[in-house]
């Protein structure tokens, strides 16, 4: 046995180094594929037949806003209604509901005033501003756009078809089993490096988490579908970094890979519960309001009966485990600052999400955990964005942060000497500049390949599974690898991103692209201060750094991201349907 060990610690990592580069890339690829490539599968779900059907509209959105705005999603060129008139939404269970948007003139539905949002059938009289409109479903042949412009071009249709299977783009579509069978491949690899490279006492607690790793995707491939998810590839993408998190964990803490599959697992389970809430949009919006006060009480108790650590007072000991209420924060911020189309429109101030992100920083700076209140600080920005688009509110909030920080700096200056090294860490080599310089050696000496995990010498440096682990990715695994584990996280962001076409609410598509901002912003910050780009500020990295709070957040951010991407089609109740009617060739759009 001892033969067979010194043999594959000579020659084994001469070969696996080149293969576990050609698997991260298969994965990469594939899922990149899976997400640049997903089929839109949009439908007419109803359509607005607008003074007796002189007007015909297709809607296509489960959120459909309508106006003489070329900004709504369905334009009526009629001058009597507000730009913004209307939203109409589609229920879970098929029923259509609509909502007066603070208009001029008003909504009646049958005669009867519209006083709040109301659930409307099909045929039923709807008067905006005097204009009358009904909505009716589609003819059958007409509900899916592909299938028109099937009609409008027979041949152009079927000789791109031709050619698309004769050049190969049909094969463009990613594949999740390729994607799996190479992460299988890269994680038993990744054992057997790390089984020949520690000592023998942790290699039980090693085995383990890799049956866990190794397991736990394909049992979720099979049963994922009893959460209604079809797609996996934002869930594939972590499972992939949440290898290399625990391969960078067996190499500088393995005394702690117990504590990190036990956080693993629990982030795994608050994923699925929070998928089998996201898909459930009526709950959700019930549960906001809880969830803000949970945030902010949790951050409070963390502040009075926190334990102060490396100068924040951010972690709360139980005794038997250490937990960082803030990271569990970031969930909760999210799931109560995201908002549906119709909450957008009718609430004409963002006051409650001012005063909410406000109390939540405002906290974080009492704790003194900086780095956390910067991405909270960004995550309500990214909000303000998505929820009013108003360029001139978020500068002038950066104006008032940015005065706020140097108040900050005037009565706490001891702040400033955590950016003493910051651009000159080579001047500090000894001092503090010290875990940036070894960092820096590190990454540089693993070359593009790296030198095999267990075998760095990052590893032996202070916080270097947390705040360094970027520079034992590239020291142990090599250059390549770092580099596509960071490019997972832009997939995260394309995958929330592209999803907005078929996205049941805004809800889902601003709680996506709100999570994934917090991915790229947190591993921004996490590398380029391990780098000397930016200052230090100790945030981790997302699904990698060594941390149960952290890798148990993660996951549960991700569910924001699943169900962008999943949650798309709400149930038909069969008594909803009616006999379609034909849309006619008119048709207006925004």
């Known amino acids: 046995m001892e033969q067979i060990i010194t043999f594959l610690n000579t020659y084994y990592l001469v070969i696996a180094r080149y293969l576990f580069v050609i698997y991260a890339a298969i994965i990469w690829v594939q899922l990149k594929r899976c997400i640049y490539h997903r089929t839109e599968d949009t439908k007419v779900l109803a359509v607005l037949n607008v003074e007796e059907g002189a007007i015909r509209l297709p809607i296509t959105h489960y959120e459909t806003t309508i106006g003489r705005s070329k900004s709504c999603d369905v334009v009526i060129p009629l001058q009597v ?84 299977r004769f050049t190969g783009r049909a094969k463009k579509l990613g594949s999740i089993n390729m994607a799996l069978g190479a992460l299988t491949l890269f994680q038993l690899l990744a054992f057997l490096q790390l089984f020949l490279a520690l000592d023998e006492k942790y290699r039980p607690a090693l085995a383990v988490c890799f049956v866990v790793l190794l397991i736990l995707p394909w049992v979720y491939k099979v049963s994922a579908n009893l959460l209604g998810i079809r797609t996996i590839t934002a869930e594939a993408l972590a499972f992939f970094l949440t290898t290399l998190g625990f391969c960078t964990t067996a190499s500088a803490a393995p005394y702690s890979l117990v504590k990190e599959l036990l956080a693993f697992l629990l982030g795994f389970a608050i994923f699925c519960v929070l998928c089998g809430i996201l898909r459930n949009l009526n709950l959700v919006m019930k549960l906001r309001r809880y969830a803000a006060v949970a945030s902010i009480l949790l951050l409070a108790v963390n502040l009075v009966m926190g334990t102060t650590l490396n100068g924040q007072k951010n972690w709360i000991n139980l005794g038997f485990v250490s937990v960082q209420p803030s990271e569990f924060v970031k969930i909760l911020f999210v799931f109560a600052g995201a908002a549906t189309l119709e909450w957008l429109l009718t609430t004409k101030n963002l006051t409650m999400l001012i005063l909410y992100a406000s109390g939540c920083i405002g906290l974080l700076f009492l704790m003194g955990d900086f780095g956390t209140a910067l991405i909270f600080f960004f995550t309500f920005l990214v909000m303000v964005f998505l929820t009013s688009g108003d360029l001139r509110a978020i500068i002038l909030t950066c104006v008032c942060a940015g005065m706020g920080g140097l108040l900050i700096l005037t009565f706490k200056p001891y702040i400033v000497s955590r950016f003493a090294a910051w651009g000159h860490v080579w001047e500090h080599v000894n001092g503090i500049g010290f875990q940036q310089t070894r960092t820096l050696m590190a990454a540089s000496s693993g070359g593009l390949l790296g030198i095999g995990g267990g075998n760095g010498f990052l590893k032996q440096v202070f916080a270097s599974d947390t705040d360094l682990v970027f520079g034992i990715l590239c020291e142990e695994w090599g250059l390549l690898i770092a580099v596509l584990a960071v490019s997972c996280y832009v997939l995260l962001l394309l995958a929330a991103i592209r999803s907005r076409k078929t996205t049941y609410s805004s809800y889902h598509i601003i709680a996506a692209c709100t999570a994934a901002s917090i991915f790229i912003f947190q591993a921004s910050l996490n590398i380029f201060g391990a780098t000397d780009i930016l200052p230090i500020t100790g945030v981790t990295l997302p699904f990698i750094s060594n941390g149960g709070s952290s890798i148990a957040a993660s996951w549960g951010l991700l569910s924001f991201i699943t169900a962008a991407l999943n949650y798309a089609r709400p149930k038909m109740k069969r008594k909803t349907r009616k006999e379609p009617e034909r849309v006619s060739r008119r048709v207006v759009r925004g």
């Open 81 to 164: 209604l507000s730009r913004q008139h209307a939203v109409l939404t589609m229920e879970d269970d098929g029923l259509w509901r609509i909502s007066d948007t603070n208009s001029n003139g008003g909504i009646s539905v049958n005669g009867e005033e519209l006083e709040q949002d109301t659930l409307i059938e099909m045929g039923d009289d709807i008067v905006m501003a005097g204009a009358h409109m009904t909505l009716t479903p589609p003819a059958r042949y007409e509900q899916r756009p592909e299938y028109m412009e099937k009609q409008k071009n027979w041949f152009a249709y079927h000789w791109g078809k031709l050619a698309r």
